[in-house]
C-alpha cells in the first residue's frame, strides 16, 4: 500500500502566485486532513474533511481552499501565495478517531 | 477545547540512557492521547497511544508511555535511548465523543542523542 501521497515535495513560489497541494491516499479512509507545520510551533489545522463533499475549515484555513469529491483525493489549493505561507505542508487521513493518523511525506513550500 | 503542553523543546541524553519526554493536557471530558515520531525531512509516524483500559502503553522499539489522569498527563519513557532515536517527538489529544476536527498536538520535543 501507497498509504498517503503528498506532491510536490518541494515548492518555491513567487508572491501572488497560485498552486494545488495534492494528496491522495489508498486506504478508503473517510476522514482527511491539512496541517501545516512551523519550526517551534507544532502542526496547526487547515481544512479537514469527514468523507467526499463535506469539508470544514480548522485553525488557520485564511488563504487556502479544499475540495473532496471522491474518497482519495483531498488537495489544497492556495490563492494568492504570501510569505507567510511558508510552510511544510502535511496531509494525513484516519479510518477512525481513534486509530490515529497515517500523515504524508509533506510538501515543503517557499513563497519568495 | 483540548490543549496539549509539550514541557521541553529539547532534551539532550547520552546514548543508552534512560529519557522521559513530558506531556500534559486540558480537557473538560475523557480524551485520547497519542504520541508520533518525525525523523528528519519525514512525515509523522504514530509511535503508541491511549484510548481505555490498562494506563501503561508501549511501542515495539521500547517506548512507553502512562496515562496519569490525576496529574493531566501523558509522559513517554524508553530506559536506554540509540542514536536512532533522534527525532522530533509530539504529543497529541483528541477528546472522547468530540467533533471531526482532528487532534491538537503540542509544539515537539527534539529528542538530541550524544554518543
Known amino acids: 500500500n501507497a498509504g498517503v501521497t503528498q506532491t510536490p515535495k518541494f515548492r518555491i513560489l513567487k508572491i501572488g502566485q497560485s498552486m494545488t497541494l495534492q494528496c491522495t491516499q489508498d486506504m478508503n479512509h473517510n476522514y482527511m486532513y491539512w496541517y501545516r507545520q512551523d519550526p517551534g510551533m507544532g502542526l496547526k489545522l487547515i481544512y479537514y474533511s469527514v468523507g467526499a463533499g463535506i469539508t470544514d475549515k480548522g485553525e488557520v484555513p485564511n488563504g487556502y481552499n479544499v475540495s473532496r469529491s471522491t474518497t482519495e483525493d483531498f488537495p489544497l489549493r492556495l490563492e494568492l501565495a504570501a510569505p507567510s505561507q511558508t510552510s511544510v505542508y502535511f496531509c494525513?487521513?484516519?479510518?477512525?478517531?481513534?486509530?490515529?493518523?497515517?500523515f504524508g511525506s509533506g510538501t515543503r513550500l517557499t513563497v519568495v | 477545547a483540548q490543549s496539549v503542553t509539550q514541557l521541553d523543546s529539547q532534551v539532550p541524553v547520552f546514548e543508552e540512557a534512560p529519557v522521559e519526554l513530558r506531556c500534559n493536557y486540558s480537557s473538560s471530558v475523557s480524551v485520547y492521547l497519542f504520541w508520533y515520531v518525525q525523523y528528519p525531512n519525514q512525515g509523522l509516524q504514530l509511535l503508541l497511544k491511549?484510548?481505555?483500559?490498562?494506563?501503561l502503553v508501549k511501542s515495539i522499539n521500547g517506548f512507553e508511555a502512562e496515562f496519569n489522569k490525576s496529574q493531566t498527563s501523558f509522559h513517554l519513557r524508553k530506559p536506554s535511548v540509540h542514536i536512532s532515536d533522534t527525532a522530533e517527538y509530539f504529543c497529541?489529544?483528541?477528546?472522547?465523543?468530540?467533533?471531526?476536527?482532528?487532534?491538537?498536538f503540542g509544539k515537539g520535543t527534539h529528542l538530541i542523542i550524544q554518543p
Open positions: 497529541a489529544v483528541s477528546e472522547v465523543g468530540g467533533g471531526a476536527d482532528g487532534l491538537t
Open positions: 494525513a487521513s484516519s479510518y477512525s478517531r481513534q486509530d490515529g493518523y497515517t
Open positions: 491511549y484510548l481505555s483500559g490498562s494506563t
